[in-house]
Every structure is written in C-alpha cells, then in structure tokens.
C-alpha cells in the first residue's frame, strides 16, 4: 500500500521537565520559525507543563501531546488525566501503551485499544506504541509479537479519524542500542502491511515513527528507510539542539 502519511517527529521528555525548562521550548519554537521543517513536530511534556508549552508553541509551530490518558472520559479516578483533559490544555496527541506504561504499570494491549478510542472521541490522535523485547528478537519472533500488539492495541478508526503507530523495541529505549537498518525496514515494511489488511483505506495515511536510541548521529539514516514516518524520541527530545538536529535530518 503506497503511504501518504504525514512526517512527524515527537518528543516524549517522559518525567523531566519543569518550568525553568520552557525555556528551550521558546529556543526550538524560533528555531523551528526559521527551520520551517517538512515534518510536523510535537512536544509531550509532562501534564504540569502541558498547558504552558501549548501556550509558547508559536501558533502551531509546534503540536503537544499527553504521555497517556485514562479510558474514562471523567470520573472517580485519582491521579488520572482524561483524554478531554489533555485537549483542554492544548494537546494534539497523546502516547498510549509506551512499554513503560506496560511494563510498569501492567497495561494490556486491551487497555491501551480502550485508552487510543478514548484518545479519539476526545479529537486526540493516539500515539500506539509497540514493540518486541530483546528475548523475543532473538527468537525471531519479533514481527510476530508486534503483529499481535497491532491486533489487541488499535482501535477501529471511523471517518475522519487517524493515529499514528509508534515501533519501539523495548530492547532500544535508553539504552543506546538500535536495531539494523534493515530490521526497522523490515518492522515498519511490516506494519504497513497490517495497515493495508486491517485499515484499509484510512491505513495510508497512518504515520508509522521509529523510536528507540535515535541520536542525531544515527537519524538521517533511520528517516531515510521506506515506510520510517518520522520519529518518537525520548532522551534526545531533552536537549533542544539534539532534538533540532534529527528535526533537520527529517
Ligand atoms: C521513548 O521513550 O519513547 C524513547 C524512544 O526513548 P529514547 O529515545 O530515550 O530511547
């Protein structure tokens, strides 16, 4: 099936960041002002600072996304934030099934499709991660699993609605390791043959990012292997140069 997906590289500064740091949200939206990138870019800032890094994104310049939201859309629920919440402060996007949420907080691919359809009816395009461990890489199960993660993670999409699909080897978070060239070929290539069998049409325009390790130094190659929409970035989304670097190699 021939993508006609938009680029989109996205920061994930996980729990990092506070308000002394909006500052380096000002330095990249300037940049970005004259960068004027081919991609779209997103930020997704801790829920503290969500509303403020809305508010400096430079009439659009930059999206900003939530790191996850709750299936309910209110309710008796300490501690969680709705995905209408998340579109309130000014969010674009929201991270669902990042495998530290997984792994640290027991989500199953049925939460996750339950939280990307909540993310939806709020107007939010979910980010669906997944993504095999480094056992099951080495067994050569990898597409498999993550064929699976597709099937119990992403909720069937209705007219007018999108997401973005997230491969990110949970072997390749902060670690600095990143799979071969080919095996992410190989990954995405994959993905976006589920896209074509189970989205059909809507599949097309699915971007399907590369997260795990990418560095400025490793980007340009990444970005350049068919069906690598773009980018989730986490360590490197910290440091507004670093992040600037892999926007100009998208
Ligand atoms: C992530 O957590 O989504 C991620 C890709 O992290 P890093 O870039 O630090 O590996």
């Known amino acids: 099936m021939a993508s006609s997906a938009p680029k989109l590289i996205a920061g994930n500064w ?3 960041g506070v308000k002394a740091d909006l500052a380096e949200v000002e330095t990249l939206v300037q940049a970005l002002g004259n960068l004027a990138p081919d991609c779209i870019v997103a930020v997704c800032p801790p829920a503290t600072l969500l509303q403020q890094v809305s508010a400096k994104s430079g009439k659009g310049t930059i999206k900003t996304g939530g790191q996850d939201c709750h299936v309910a859309e209110k309710g008796a629920f300490t501690g969680d934030i709705g995905a209408a919440m998340l579109r309130d402060a000014g969010a674009s996007y929201v991270i669902v099934g990042h495998s530290e949420r997984r792994t640290l907080h027991a989500e199953t691919d049925g939460m996750v499709k339950a939280k990307a359809r909540a993310a939806l009816d709020a107007r939010l395009t979910p980010i669906i991660c997944v993504g095999e461990t480094q056992r099951e890489r080495e067994n050569g199960v990898a597409v498999t699993v993550v064929e699976q993660q ?5 909720p069937a ?3 007018g609605e999108t997401m973005v699909i997230a491969y990110e080897p949970v072997w390749a978070i902060g670690t600095g390791l990143v799979p071969s060239l080919e095996d992410i070929a190989e990954m995405h290539g994959a993905i976006r043959d ?3 069998r189970h989205v059909g049409e809507a599949g097309a325009q699915v971007s ?6 990418m560095k400025p130094d490793n980007a340009r190659a990444i970005l350049a292997i068919d069906d690598v929409d773009g980018g989730l970035i986490g360590g490197a989304s910290l440091k507004v ?3 600037l670097s892999i926007i100009r190699a998208a």
């Open 14 to 16: 996980k729990m990092n």
């Open 150 to 154: 597709l099937n119990g993670s992403t």
């Open 157 to 159: 999409l209705k007219a």
């Open 194 to 196: 589920w896209l074509g």
């Open 208 to 213: 399907i990012l590369y997260g795990g390790s």
């Open 241 to 243: 140069e670093e992040f």
